[in-house]
């Protein structure tokens, strides 16, 4: 008796100074449903955590609407409420103290948002998870994180008040148990609750313009630091095009407005900057400096471009090897340059030569995601555009060079699979598209412009997204791209462990479809959500 009433008088009497410590905060409104609730300590290190669902004020109507009642050793634990858009009470109980002030109710509420609203979007599993059952994954199209049971968890608050039509990407989470990701141009870093730790400067510091025009990719580095990519716009002549493109035109004037206008067209390079955290530039690196001087000048698509766009869509730093490897989409090549001086140690693609057609280089096309795996191999999602209709996408991974009479080879691939895909629409797609090509053909006819020979080029450029992600079994997390918005978890052995497809419900078709916005998809632990949990209480 004596030992419980000493708990009880020392519980009262540092209630009042850790009122902080009771989370979540009376009266909030959270965007998750998995919650970190922590309250006093006291000495007898036994507690009982109770959840009621509703609004309640009394202890006879809490105790009658219970959902859950979680004993523990600890004053910080994660529990899980059933629904978004609800009100719940909640209290901790002390065993052995009845004092009202010791087990006082709370309250919270879980908000409602059209991403988590199981009528609009949703994550329908195909194959259900045979391993990895207790891991997450962030969908940036649905701006949600969803369980290996497709149930959403989290979903992207409003950030700064950007609202309408956000375009989000890459959301991850970072060494320091932070998410980040990119939101119309804009580089954020967020706690669970969704308030911003950092956001990217708004001066174009590197790029020269008003803005860097971030895109595609944003990670924190393990320092603290952190990288993206940005864009450059370089007035430079490439030759291959503007040429053609010009004597082709035999109306004096009209040559004239188009000499022009490729006079003073500007073509988009890649850059990466890194950042400290105070937004201060410490580093970057301009691909127009080694494009502009490299066999890129003769680059001739079998299809006419007033300027060429490189599209830098991804990059991988490997922090251990002072390496980063760097995709560029339109024209298949990967480079891999040291950091910090910036040379480019290789480069893997096609090399183009002078009076001749680009042909490809038989390894990847359109690809996404390069990055290194454990085992040193560089893998990525290849859309294999320069192959539609004849072959899926791929999952490639391949063995870098050993010496200079050594070429990248393919070590392991995967054909993606349709499977629980509704592929009705690709056809409307591909006669869209066809459309799309005659009219430009059409046009330049008019001005006795040739065209690409053949008819419609293999290569056009307009798959979006996909990406990859070694687990630490070696077995990849792959999201196909946004034409398909298919997630799913592969083996070495190519055994499908866990597959799902983000969807949206589309009321003029009246029927489910893969969400067009999805551009890539990241994984986490359980153990990594509860660290990311707490980092956003304290």
């Known amino acids: 008796m004596t030992r419980i009433l000493s708990v009880l008088f020392l519980f009262l009497t540092i209630h009042h100074p850790l009122q902080s410590q009771i989370l979540p905060e009376e009266g909030g409104s959270l965007n998750y449903r998995l919650i970190g609730f922590s309250f006093p300590a006291s000495e007898v290190n036994k507690y009982k955590l109770e959840i009621a669902a509703g ?50 109710l709370h309250h919270f509420k879980t908000a409602y948002s059209p991403y988590v609203d199981s009528n609009i979007s949703r994550l329908r599993i195909i194959e259900p998870a045979k391993k990895y059952n207790d891991a997450y994954v962030f969908s940036d199209g649905s701006k949600v994180l969803y369980d290996m049971y497709g149930h959403p968890v989290w979903y992207l608050p409003e950030l700064n008040k950007q609202k309408g039509n956000v375009v989000v990407r890459d959301i991850k989470l970072s060494p320091q148990g932070t998410i980040t990701l990119l939101a119309n141009e804009k580089l954020y870093e967020i706690n669970y609750n969704g308030a911003v730790l950092w956001e990217s400067p708004k001066e174009g510091i590197v790029s020269g313009d008003s803005t860097e025009h971030f895109h595609h990719e944003f990670t924190k580095l393990s320092n603290g630091h952190y990288m993206t990519l940005g864009t450059e716009y370089v007035l430079w002549k490439h030759l291959p095009t503007d040429t053609t493109y010009s004597i082709a035109i035999k109306d004096p004037k009209i040559k004239a407005k188009q000499d022009s206008i490729l006079a003073n067209e500007k073509t988009s390079f890649g850059t990466i900057i890194e950042y400290d955290e105070k937004g201060n530039v410490v580093w970057s690196w301009k691909s127009s400096k080694y494009f502009t001087e490299s066999d890129l000048k003769y680059y001739n698509p079998p299809y006419r471009v007033h300027a060429v766009d490189v599209h830098e869509n991804s990059f991988f730093f490997d922090e251990k090897e002072n390496v980063i490897y760097i995709s560029f989409k339109n024209i298949a090549r990967i480079l891999k340059i040291q950091y910090p001086d910036g040379n480019v140690l290789n480069a893997y693609g096609e090399i183009y030569k002078p009076d001749a057609f680009e042909k490809g280089n038989g390894l990847f096309c359109d690809q996404h995601s390069c990055r290194r795996s454990e085992q040193g191999y560089l893998y990525l999602f290849n859309n294999n555009s320069c192959n539609e209709g004849k072959q899926l996408p791929k999952v490639v991974m391949m063995q870098e060079p050993v010496n200079k009479n050594d070429s990248l080879k393919i070590i392991w691939e995967y054909e993606c699979s349709l499977d629980g895909l509704d592929t009705s629409w690709q056809s409307e797609m591909k006669e869209r598209k066809q459309k799309m090509f005659e009219k430009q053909r059409q046009k330049l006819a008019d001005i006795k412009q040739p065209m690409w020979p053949g008819g419609m080029p293999q290569n056009s450029h307009t798959t979006s997204g996909g990406n990859v992600i070694e687990l630490p079994d070696h077995s990849l997390f792959v999201c196909m791209n946004s034409q398909y918005g298919k997630m799913f978890i592969i083996d070495q052995d190519k055994k499908n462990l866990w597959s799902a497809i983000a969807e949206k419900w589309r009321q003029n078709e009246k029927k489910w479809l893969a969400i067009p916005q999805q551009y890539r998809a990241s994984i986490i632990s359980r153990k990594e959500l509860e660290q990311l949990i707490w980092n956003g209480e304290n």
């Open 55 to 104: 609004y309640f004020n009394t202890e006879d109507s809490f105790k009658k609407n219970v959902i859950q009642a979680i004993p523990a050793k600890k004053n910080k634990i994660i529990a899980e409420v059933p629904a978004f858009g609800r009100d719940y009470t909640w209290r901790a109980v002390y065993p052995g103290i009845n004092s009202a002030k010791a087990n006082e």
